[in-house]
């Protein structure tokens, strides 16, 4: 079993910075990808970030150079630096992660979301 949790959300003004983490716990070997999602209402949901347990990381063409992921491998964790926020960054965003478990086996996990609203 491996839970991601994510906090940090809120609401914030446009051009203000968050910052969102989402810890993994569980049953785990090792982590592969972790990467940041989001979905806004009434659309799909899409990727954000990602990052390599490596330290490799691929951003969204809307947000490359206001968004950096990065990862804490010691403590299961990824956080995601936003700034210059804008109205359109309005959206919950979903931590996922590829997981190897103390079985050896491989999952695909998802945390349960977290909102920011980004408002004045």
């Known amino acids: 079993q491996v839970q991601l949790v994510e906090s940090g959300g809120g609401l914030v003004q446009p051009g203000g910075s968050l910052r969102l983490s989402c810890e993994a716990s569980?049953?785990?070997?090792?982590?592969?990808?972790m990467g940041w999602y989001r979905q806004a209402p009434g659309k799909e949901r899409e990727l954000v970030a990602s990052?390599?347990?490596?330290?490799?990381?691929n951003y969204a063409d809307s947000v490359k150079g206001r968004f950096t992921i990065s990862r804490d491998n010691a403590k299961n964790t990824v956080y995601l630096q936003m700034n210059s926020l804008k109205p359109e960054d309005t959206a919950v965003y979903y931590c996922?992660?590829?997981?190897?478990?103390?079985?050896?086996?491989?999952?695909?996990?998802w945390g349960k979301g977290t909102l920011v609203t980004v408002s004045s």
């Open positions: 569980g049953s785990i070997f090792s982590i592969n990808t």
């Open positions: 990052i390599t347990s490596g330290g490799s990381s």
């Open positions: 996922n992660a590829g997981v190897m478990n103390k079985k050896l086996t491989f999952g695909n996990y």
